[in-house]
């Protein structure tokens, strides 16, 4: 098994302790700089955050609920690696909650918000910004116009991980696919302008359900 390299800071005094140790793992993860697969002993991360074993505990605890570490008994907490049969439930469980976060944002994203998503299409086309990181913040800005927190934060829970990240941009590696995405979210965005949630709803799920799609053949 390969040595973890020390990548995570010391925690200075903090008033809620268990809260950043989490934090701090969690980026890690993100990140990448906690790479899939790699082991996370308490006892190194320990010493290496400069805490106790138990907030470190809590913490792994909290991220192998939320499916980014796996701990396997008798053996210890991993990163987790996912596969591609996960990747693919973690598609339509975002097909569903993005398709509701749309139809709650329809009544409630400004005009400037959507010229925002138009923009981000604009750049893309000449060349300024990468699909993969258009398509991110794409949908970044629909499900922050949704105003339900509680949504968000579960959208952002199945999104963030650097696997799930990368398995994304993959999929936009093939320029027909990139076509037909754009006009999918033009789709969105002129639904969003005619403030038509049931349609909104309908073209986020499109989008995701083709996504999915090409995801399978992978």
């Known amino acids: 098994m390969r040595k ?38 308490e006892t190194e991360l320990a010493q290496e955050l400069a ?52 139809k709650l944002a329809s009544a409630r994203i400004t005009n ?4 925002v998503l138009e923009t981000l299409t604009a750049e893309y086309e000449i060349g300024s910004l990468e699909y993969a990181e258009a398509d991110k913040r794409f949908h970044e800005g629909i499900v922050n116009a949704c105003g339900m927190e509680r949504l968000k934060e579960l959208i952002w829970n199945l999104y963030d991980s650097l696997q799930m990240r990368k398995i994304l941009a993959f999929s936009f590696h093939d320029k027909e696919r990139i076509r037909e995405s754009v006009e999918e979210h033009r789709r969105i965005i002129q639904a969003l302008r005619e403030r038509d949630e049931d349609a909104v709803e309908r073209a986020i799920k499109d989008n995701f359900r083709k996504t ?7």
């Open 212 to 218: 999915r799609s090409v995801v399978e053949r992978i």
């Open 112 to 115: 400037e918000e959507i010229d």
């Open 4 to 41: 973890r390299p020390h990548v995570l800071k010391r925690i200075r005094t903090v008033r809620d302790l268990r809260s950043e140790v989490y934090k701090i793992i969690r980026n890690g993860i993100t990140s990448g700089q906690l790479e899939p697969g790699m082991r996370l002993k």
């Open 51 to 102: 805490v106790s074993r138990t907030p470190i505990r809590e913490a792994l605890s909290q991220l192998s609920k939320e499916g980014l570490v796996e701990i396997i008994p008798r053996r210890g907490a991993f990163v987790k690696r996912w596969t591609k049969q996960e990747a693919l439930e973690v598609l339509v469980l975002r097909e569903a909650l993005e398709g509701l976060a749309g």
